[in-house]
């Protein structure tokens, strides 16, 4: 019986980001990631300081809790974290999939799984320089390759500065095929604090500015439309 560490399921709220932006979701988060990017906004599912808010649960529990979120109506589920590539969906998905639900997945791309190509999305989202993590290309075309010939794959990456920016384009030219979309970064990511809507919008302008100046014409360029809602408030 597969296990899975959960740091939390929520929902249903909308999908804030990225490719299914504005889709009904319940997310299930996971625990743990072997990343520790400098500015992550989930660090209570990262740090091992909160492990022991960490759930252990096997599959039927975890695929009770989102069918009980949803009223067993079949929405959108997105895995994320931590980095849920982690751990096995694989029994999740093939569960949720036989009634009609969807999946979607989050992950940096750093570990590739076989249950990638029974999802509808996978979203990879590399990390640029201000995360203080560098990409292992090899590692980022295996998920690329884990997924065929499955689900719809996309890229989002998050942009902090130039340097992000510039990075962002190079990643662009290497992977031309791949649907992107681009998100300005969020420095305030403590859950106590307020968040600031002029600094957030501040920030997405700057990054519609750039890329329109640039005639840079191929990705979408989003908020995070939950922070926008809700600021950095947890389960949402
Ligand atoms: C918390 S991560 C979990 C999934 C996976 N570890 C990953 O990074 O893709 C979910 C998404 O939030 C983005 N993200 C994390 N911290 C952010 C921040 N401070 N501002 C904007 N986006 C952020 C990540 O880049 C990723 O696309
Ligand atoms: N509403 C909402 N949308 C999201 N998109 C990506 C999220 C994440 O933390 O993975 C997230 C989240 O935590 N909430
Ligand atoms: S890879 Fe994702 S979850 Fe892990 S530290 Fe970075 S943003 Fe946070
Ligand atoms: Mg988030």
Known sequence: MTRLRI???????????GALIGEPTVFVRTGGCDYRCSWCDSM??????????????????????????SGGRPLTVSLSGGNPAIQNFGPLIA?????????ACETQGSIAKPW??????????????????????????ACIDAAQPGPKVVMKIVIFDEAD?????????????????????NAEVDPELPVDPKTLSDRLLWLV??????GWFTPRVLPQL???LWGNKRGV
């Open 226 to 228: 939950h922070v926008l």
């Open 165 to 185: 920016y510039d990075w962002a384009r190079s990643v662009a030219d290497r992977y031309p095929t791949l649907p992107l979309y681009l998100q300005p970064g």
């Open 44 to 69: 209570h599912a990262v740090d091992t300081a909160f492990r022991h808010d960490w759930a252990s649960m096997s599959t039927d529990a975890v695929w009770d809790r989102v069918h009980t979120l």
């Open 116 to 141: 990638f190509s029974n999802l509808d999305t996978l979203v990879l989202s590399p990390k640029p320089p201000t995360s203080g993590e560098s990409v292992d290309w090899s590692a980022f075309a």
């Open 209 to 214: 500015e750039k890329v329109t100046a640039d």
């Open 95 to 103: 569960r949720g999939r036989a009634e009609g639900y969807r999946f």
């Open 7 to 17: 740091a939390e399921i929520f929902g249903p709220t909308i999908q804030g980001e």
